[in-house]
């Protein structure tokens, strides 16, 4: 058994996670058996990509916030004794052109290197995290489709026990809030119909980039990661407030998604910030996240889709444990 820590530093939020990992001996790689008892796992939204779209550049401010976190994760990793730590930057990270500014400050606070890492080895990840309990069920067909909305990027990857296809396109809930939703520094609320035209379009778009190298209709069982999925999910369970043990494989319908979808977007910043499921810090975005999401069921002809708290923070976890660098 290995105690091991992931951190996930995304767009929007940075994520950790600190599990025991038990491997078979003489088993590596992603498609290593073996169990994952998840001991810490909590989320901070940061914000990092604020402004990248527009600037190239990651903001002072965004990057301060960041750190900040870091330094709460440091304490919580040297208190549970992990060991071994892997630290992976996603789209926002990748896009700006300041950023040694970002490895410098992680490399100083947790002691290791964020490895920024590509769409493709992002999708990877994804896959192995929300895919690894689902083997075995009866009743989820394969092949699967995993979804990674995330802040800035969208991850599509298609296959049965390992992946098959994967592609990343620059589409996410901040990336397209701050694309299309955003006059003179504030929100619109709700948007205009031109606007979600606008977004609505740009989805599309990324959607046919993806199809030139994954299949997306082939897949027989829609798996839905990351803030703008779950928070979904939770608000059409009626949760009084998050809970992940609730939201976790919940089977969310097509009709649920559209429902929800323009509640939100028809919403103000404090009708969306009355509903308790949804963190603070997605209250402004998570109108474009879930236009996405329902974008890509349309699309794709899903009925529903599985709802997964296992995602690319787990994937990572896996790599630290079984010594597989994808």
């Given amino acids: 058994m290995t105690r091991v820590a992931a951190i996930d530093c995304g767009t929007n939020s940075i994520r950790l996670l600190v599990a025991d990992a038990t491997v078979p001996d003489g088993t590596s790689g992603a498609g290593a058996t073996g169990e994952l008892k998840e001991l810490d796992r909590r989320m901070t939204i940061v914000r990092l990509g604020q402004g990248v779209d527009r600037t190239g550049r990651l903001a002072p401010e965004a990057l301060e916030r960041t750190f900040a976190a870091c330094r709460e994760y440091a304490e919580v990793i040297k208190e549970h004794g992990a060991s071994r730590l892997r630290f992976v930057a996603t789209s926002a990270s990748r896009d700006a052109e300041n950023r040694e500014d970002f490895v410098r400050g992680v490399v100083d606070i947790l002691g290791v290197e964020p490895e920024v890492i590509s769409g493709d080895q992002e999708a990877e990840f994804s896959f192995t995290g929300a895919t690894k309990e689902l083997t075995g069920r009866d009743d989820l067909a394969k092949p699967y489709l995993v979804v990674d909305i995330g802040g800035g990027s969208t991850e599509f990857v298609v296959g049965e026990e390992h992946v098959g296809a994967a592609r990343s396109v620059d589409v996410g809930c901040v990336r397209m809030t701050e694309r299309h939703l955003v006059r003179d520094g504030v929100v619109t609320d709700p948007p205009t119909f031109g606007q979600l035209s606008a977004i609505k379009a740009d989805i599309e778009a990324a959607l046919d980039l993806a199809e030139q190298s994954v299949p997306l209709t082939e897949a027989r069982t829609l798996v839905g990661l990351a803030g703008s999925v779950t928070t979904v999910a939770a608000i059409a369970l009626?949760?009084?407030?998050?809970?992940?043990?609730?939201?976790?494989?919940?089977?969310?319908?097509?009709?649920?998604?559209?429902?929800?979808?323009?509640?939100?977007?028809?919403?103000?910043?404090?009708?969306?910030?009355?509903?308790?499921?949804?963190?603070?810090?997605?209250v402004d975005v998570i109108g474009a996240g879930a236009l996405v999401l329902q974008t890509v069921m349309e699309r794709i002809g899903a009925r529903e889709v599985v709802v997964s708290e296992?995602?690319?923070?787990?994937?990572?976890?896996?790599?630290?444990?079984?010594?597989?660098?994808?």
Avoid: C, F, K
């Fill in 238 to 282: 009626g949760l009084p407030e998050y809970d992940s043990s609730a939201i976790h494989h919940a089977r969310i319908s097509l009709e649920q998604v559209q429902e929800i979808t323009g509640m939100l977007l028809s919403s103000t910043h404090e009708q969306r910030a009355a509903i308790p499921a949804i963190h603070p810090g997605r």
């Fill in 310 to 326: 296992h995602d690319i923070l787990d994937g990572i976890a896996w790599s630290v444990a079984t010594g597989d660098d994808a």
